[in-house]
Nanobody, 124 residues
């Protein structure tokens, strides 16, 4: 049973930074890609960032490119999302997601495992 637990959300002013963490358990973490998604009120959940097992390849949504950085520490079974220059439109519940392969996809269906989410609120 794969379990994902996010942490690090909170309230921050526009222009500020937050780092989200996602701790994984239940399988060999280093064999698989990981992803971050978010869902704003009244909107569909959307892809934010993804990373392959080694961390050698990363993917970003255009809306966060240049501001967010995804990384992972396989020794700690944890994936991170460093969020800089935050904007009010980044306000959402952020979810960590895990696929069953080392491939990253931008669609929810690719990921059978999800965390409970962590709220990020950016005030203007």
């Amino acid at each position: 049973q794969v379990q994902l637990v996010e942490s690090g959300g909170g309230l921050v002013q526009a222009g500020g930074s937050l780092r989200l963490s996602c701790a994984a358990s239940g399988r060999t973490f280093s064999n698989y890609a990981m992803g971050w998604f978010r869902q704003a009120p009244g909107k569909e959940r959307e892809f934010v960032a993804g990373i392959t097992w080694s961390g050698g390849t990363t993917y970003y949504a255009d809306s966060v490119k240049g501001r967010f950085i995804i990384s992972r520490d396989n020794g700690k079974n944890t994936v991170y999302l460093q969020m800089n220059s935050l904007k009010p439109e980044d306000t959402a519940v952020y979810y960590c997601a895990a696929p069953t392969t080392n491939s990253v996809a931008t669609t929810e269906d690719w990921y059978p495992y999800w965390g409970q989410g962590t709220q990020v609120t950016v005030s203007s």
